[in-house]
DNA sequence: AGGCGAGTGTTACCGGCGGTAACACCACGA
DNA sequence: TCGTGGTGTTACCGCCGGTAACACTCGCCT
């Protein structure tokens, strides 16, 4: 019982020294690196890890669950869907505002695709998320086929625009989330009153 | 002047070769493969691309002058503006649909950020001819920071659901166009009347 | 007590990669 | 005939991911 506490009270410790490497070095991180830092040797990485990938795979899937928490909460939480729709782009804006390292980590990690399983699981975890919650909200039939596509389409702009105003800041992080928002609820009114 | 068209043709010639390898291989393609798929060795390789990111971004921007010339000749072709508009999107989808592996390289392009480089620039050429068409279909002003967002958020978009319809082709490739159509063509409306 | 196996750690290595220095060949003008 | 510049090659370096083989410790059974 208590081997296993160990085990995973290391692991979580290896975790946290790999992200410090990632976070100082950029996702170019080598294992020794990794291992220095942890004050360990590499046999040992790969002993809980398996290899590069799968280490990479546990650190992306780590930040990618704290992000999937923080937006279901905003998501399901009280309000109108166009309080919840707004509280949950900003929420994202966040965390991408006060994070960019882990940000930049999680969404062009150098030569290690494995890290990038975890985030599409994520996306599509997302995706999945609002594509029902579209279909709820529309009243529209299970085998309909728009809200899925709506959801990629909703996951990406507000992703691509994240990226964009990351990258220049060319105005709030309030504006923007409202911004996004707005054009949302365009597409969106547009679709119930049309429907 | 002779032998500069002899340089320009080899390093056409190793671009093919690259392609060819990139696109057998993936992008985790070593030099020295794209070497021997051009009857070369490593060496010559290096002292016309400088370093394998000079290479892949070379490949990189091959492929995203070739798919913004196509874009660019759907959006500005007559028509009214939802016709162009669909046109493009349906240009885009064609181009991911019949060449995956071409799309992969320049998205996910495994351990060579530097063709993300080039990609970068063609998505940010693409997003100021739009937010520049739109600022001109809406007759905003040139200081309103709207356009840029929603140009960012509309390729942000086009570009996930092209993503995961690749993924999983759950309609056609013009029934995609024409709901991705749709959907912009709603928030546009909108901020129209709204204007 | 005494060994004995499982787990934990290390060193030292392998193969392959990106990248480069040094050398061979070859055409050509003095 | 002898440089001389360009083109090509071989052979190497350093680093990285990954692993095999070997020490050490500690609890447990006889």
């Known amino acids: 019982m208590t081997v296993l506490q160990d085990r995973d009270a290391r692991r979580e410790a290896l975790l946290a020294a790999a992200d410090a490497v990632v976070q100082r070095d950029g996702a170019s991180a080598s294992m020794a690196a990794i291992a220095a830092e942890a004050g360990i040797t590499k046999p040992i990485l790969y002993r809980h890890f398996g290899d ?10 780590r930040h990618t669950d704290r992000l999937l928490d923080a937006l279901v909460a905003a998501l399901t939480a009280g309000g109108s869907p166009r309080e919840r729709v707004h509280r949950t782009i900003d929420a ?27 985030v599409r699981g994520f ?12 279909a709820h909200e529309l009243r529209l039939p299970e085998d309909d086929v728009r809200p899925p596509v709506w959801a990629a389409a909703i996951v990406g702009m507000v992703q691509a625009a994240g990226e964009r105003w990351l990258a220049s800041q060319w105005c709030s992080r309030t504006a923007l989330s409202r911004q996004l928002t707005d054009l949302l609820w365009g597409a969106y009114a547009l679709q119930a009153e049309r429907r």
């Open 92 to 118: 994202y804006l966040a965390m991408i505002e006060q994070e960019p390292e882990v940000y930049r980590f999680l969404v062009e990690s150098d030569e290690a695709v494995a890290a990038r399983e975890p």
């Open 123 to 134: 996306v599509r975890r997302l995706e999945d998320l609002l594509a029902a919650g579209i």
């Open 52 to 61: 590069k990938g799968g280490l990479f795979a546990a650190l992306a899937e």
